[in-house]
């Protein structure tokens, strides 16, 4: 490919007075080629005009009518509306404006030819329109050769406006290709100024059903840039991450050894897998940054201990980020038992500390005695410093913001001890218990290694699911009963805490209040989100030592919460809930050797996406399925949390139904990155246009 010309200052869209300016700038829409990626939303057929006879027949579908007003008026009952009565010679519609400026009342006078397009309906007196598109014509004015775009619009824009804006902006573009003939040819892509001016002016003979499913040549093409800009910005991300410095951790030394001895278990093969692949980037001269996903219960906790061993054993500290405080407490009280007996300080630091154990804390942190911090979000504040930070561990990373995860990273930055190397960063491991599919990890990942534990821990029972309706919860609450007298415990969780009118939801606080009036002789704990800490704490220690029978909780026991006791899981309004969650939420149970069961509540009649949702957990136990699926269902979103702050999603592309894409995508930029700056260049400059920036961190 011969080398792309620089590409010329982008010409701003600023043609209109300043209002229009800023109301384009609320969609992002600040260059000619922002205005030639906003692409249309679906089109409108305006080629064909039917009788308005005709159009009576064709009730509830829409169409387009041409004739003239025979009368027009502002009406105040039952509300102010303007009605406007338009006939042809077979017949006559009612055009209904419930909202209207005077100048439409002006405009729309006895007498004025005008086309409606709209959905008929037959009112009380007749066929009429609500609130359809129109515009005033000549007798004889020719109808558009090709569909009508309908753009995504803001306050203040109207669809002809962004049209206007449009075609100046298609006239001054710089519509050299990105891509050269060669690549083109070889993916079998339609040019870009060819592909970008089908879809704001689809031919006559385009095929709309190719059109509105985005299926269209036109459209594969702009998938395809997307998908590259998004795959050459990520790898180019990860490229710069080698490039910094970081200090090796080489060391595999006897606290590791140690640590492996007093496990009261045999790690898993893929648990081993994993451990390698971290070790050996802990040993790099460049920061580690690498995601460790896996499903609930699969052993990711003891990945990271060892990775903060081996951190430890380097002469570095290590710190561990939990996203609440009940998941930082069970990763504390796992890791310092294990730690702990060999030696290891482990400090503990959260939001909830009294002054004087939090100032304690920092003096040991400080000071290099802590070895191993565990804590939330209270690690970044601006009052702690490392003396010597080498690791940083964020569990449910996806849960924390770019910004959060960078502000701890960058408390090692430089070192600022001996041995440090100016410049230098901690090694990352990020962790997910959201398991991620395929798809969204070769684009929203694609700057990070992955680590992948897929096997469980052998003795693991696997746990039974059911759907059950709200009317059978008599029999739900015996089952309750029948496992708490052969000494199991359960979960009952809800959705809310407080009543909700809205939501007509079952409480966290009703449902405890029954549960003890219906379970009299049975111990029943409650714990939510709004309870202060010790009060949370003081609970959860309680279940964890079998002191109580029932926890009621919210979803705050989502994460982190490991009883191995707890063998049923009640799941209130389970339709509520998203895939993921509920898959979390499940595997708090089975994970001891009795058989477990997880019975999810609902409220009928189930919606379409709600029944699919229920069905697949019925249907399998397996995290990766499960997020397979929620991706088909909810998009990307789920998995992302916080992830790409800053960052724009996917506009046209869907992960779902587009995986050949992704694939090509990749290929094509790991071709392009090393050998053609050029073209990544150009190609980043037209779809990210620097919005790329905050991934070089």
């Not at 409108?44 to 027009?72: M, P, Y």
């Not at 482990?346 to 003096?363: F, I």
């Not at 940083?392 to 959060?404: P, Y």
């Not at 789920?638 to 990749?666: H, I, K, N, Y």
Request: proline share 5%.
């Amino acid at each position: 490919m011969p080398p792309a010309a620089k590409k010329p200052p982008a010409k701003t869209a600023r043609t209109t007075p300043s209002t229009s300016a800023s109301r384009l700038a609320r969609l992002g829409l600040y260059s000619d080629m922002d205005l030639a990626l906003h692409l249309p939303l679906r089109y409108e057929d305006e080629t064909q005009i039917v009788s308005i006879h005709e159009a009576g027949l064709r009730s509830l579908q829409s169409v387009q009518v041409e004739g003239h007003i025979t009368a027009s008026d502002v009406q105040y009952r039952p509300r102010r509306q303007l009605v406007v009565t338009v006939a042809d010679e077979t017949g006559q519609v009612v055009l209904r404006f419930l909202n209207f400026y005077g100048s439409q009342a002006t405009q729309l006078a006895v007498g004025v030819r005008i086309r409606a397009r709209g959905e008929l309906r037959q009112g009380f007196f007749g066929a009429e329109m609500v609130h359809p598109n129109y515009k005033v014509v000549l007798e004889g004015a020719p109808l558009p050769a090709s569909l009508t775009p309908v753009y995504p619009a803001g306050e203040g824009l109207s669809q002809a406006f962004l049209r206007k804006a449009i075609v100046v902006a298609l006239e001054r573009l710089d519509w050299r290709d990105t891509l050269s003939d060669a690549v083109r040819n070889k993916y079998r892509l339609q040019s870009f100024e060819s592909a970008v001016r089908t879809l704001h002016y689809p031919p006559p003979d385009a095929d709309e059903n190719a059109l509105a499913d985005r299926s269209h040549p036109a459209w594969i093409r702009m998938k395809f840039d997307e998908l590259l800009a998004q795959q050459l910005s990520l790898k180019r991300a990860q490229a710069a991450r080698r490039s910094r410095n970081a200090c090796p951790l080489p060391t595999v030394g006897a606290l590791s050894a140690a640590l492996l001895k007093v496990l009261p278990f045999t790690l898993t093969a893929a648990q081993q897998r994993v451990v390698t692949e971290i070790s050996r980037d802990l040993q790099a001269s460049f920061p580690m940054q690498r995601l460790l996903q896996g499903d609930v219960g699969s052993g990711k906790t003891v990945v990271a201990a060892i990775a903060a061993a081996q951190a430890i054993d380097s002469g570095f500290q290590a710190v561990l980020m939990a996203p609440t405080e009940i998941l930082a407490d069970q990763h504390f009280r796992k890791i310092a038992a294990w730690m702990e007996p060999l030696g290891i300080e482990v400090a503990w630091l959260t939001g909830s500390l009294k002054k004087k154990q939090k100032t304690a804390a920092l003096e040991r942190i400080a000071s290099g005695a802590a070895r191993l911090i565990i804590g939330t979000h209270a690690l970044i504040q601006d009052s702690v410093e490392f003396e010597r930070l080498g690791l940083v561990l964020v569990d449910e990373q996806h849960r924390f913001g770019v910004g959060q995860r960078l502000a701890l990273r960058n408390k090692g930055f430089g070192g600022g001890a001996p041995g440090s190397t100016p410049g230098s960063v901690p090694h990352q491991l990020m962790m997910s218990a959201t398991p991620i599919p395929r798809t969204l990890a070769m684009t929203y990942y694609a700057d990070l290694e992955i680590s992948v534990i897929d096997e469980l821990p052998p003795g693991r029972s696997p746990v039974l699911t059911r759907t059950v309706d709200q009317q059978r919860r008599e029999e739900v609450i015996a089952r309750v009963e029948a496992a708490a007298r052969e000494g199991r415990q359960a979960y009952w969780v809800c959705p809310l805490i407080e009543e909700s009118e809205a939501l007509q939801l079952q409480t966290a606080v009703d449902s405890h209040a029954m549960l003890s009036a219906a379970l009299p002789e049975l111990r029943i704990g409650l714990v939510h989100g709004r309870l202060k800490q010790e009060e949370k704490q003081a609970v959860m220690t309680a279940f964890t030592a079998g002191e109580i029978d029932v926890l009621v909780a919210t979803t705050v026991i989502e994460v982190g919460v490991d009883v191995p006791n707890a063998s049923l899981m009640v799941i209130e309004h389970a339709e509520r809930f998203g895939l993921s969650q509920l898959h979390q939420l499940r595997g708090r149970v089975g994970r001891g050797a009795a058989a477990s069961i997880c019975l999810l509540l609902y409220q009928g009649p189930l919606g379409g996406t709600a029944r699919q949702r229920l069905m697949t957990m019925r249907a399998t136990t397996d995290g990766f399925e499960i997020a397979r699926r929620d991706l088909e269902i909810r998009g990307p979103g789920e998995f992302l949390g916080a992830r790409q702050s800053g960052d724009a999603m996917l506009r046209f592309a869907d992960l779902a139904t587009d995986q050949w894409l992704v694939d090509q995508a990749s290929e094509l930029a790991q071709e392009l990155l090393p050998h053609d700056t050029a073209t990544v260049d150009a190609h980043l400059a037209r779809w990210l246009a620097g919005r790329e920036d905050f991934l070089k961190v």
